[in-house]
Nanobody
Framework: QVQLVESGVGPVQSGGSLRLSCVVS????????MAWFRQVLGKELEGLAA???????RYAASVNGRFTISQDNAKITLYLQMNSLKPEDTATYYC????????????????????WGQGIQVAVSS
């Protein structure tokens, strides 16, 4: 059974930085895509960044230049480094994964990812 568990330290003040981690267990195989999403209460899930097992990445325009997605392939741990945080970045953040070959289109649609973490609250104070 594939499990994803997010973690991170907060809260954080506006302009600050935070790194989220997502540890994956139970996944077999070396091909995958992983992504970070967030959801503000009452709004839809927003895709932020995606990465494949060959370290190709894709970012949403809303976070490009501020957020960086990376991974530790050996441990299948996903990271999201968030810099220059703003109060509007306050949301529940989720990591997600899909079994997919690298160099294929990196989707930021939540519909493409069957495996999800439980989510972690990130609060950015002004």
């Amino acid at each position: 059974q594939v499990q994803l568990v997010e973690s991170g330290v907060g809260p954080v003040q506006s302009g600050g930085s935070l790194r989220l981690s997502c540890v994956v267990s139970g996944y077999t195989g070396s091909n995958y895509h992983m992504a970070w999403f967030r959801q503000v209460l009452g709004k839809e899930l927003e895709g932020l960044a995606a990465i494949d097992s060959a370290d190709n990445t894709r970012y949403a325009a809303s976070v490009n230049g501020r957020f960086t997605i990376s991974q530790d392939n050996a441990k299948i741990t996903l990271y999201l480094q968030m810099n220059s945080l703003k109060p509007e970045d306050t949301a529940t953040y989720y990591c997600a994964a899909v079994r997919k070959e690298p160099f294929r289109f990196l989707s930021l649609s939540p519909l493409e990812y069957p495996y999800w973490g439980q989510g972690i609250q990130v609060a950015v104070s002004s």
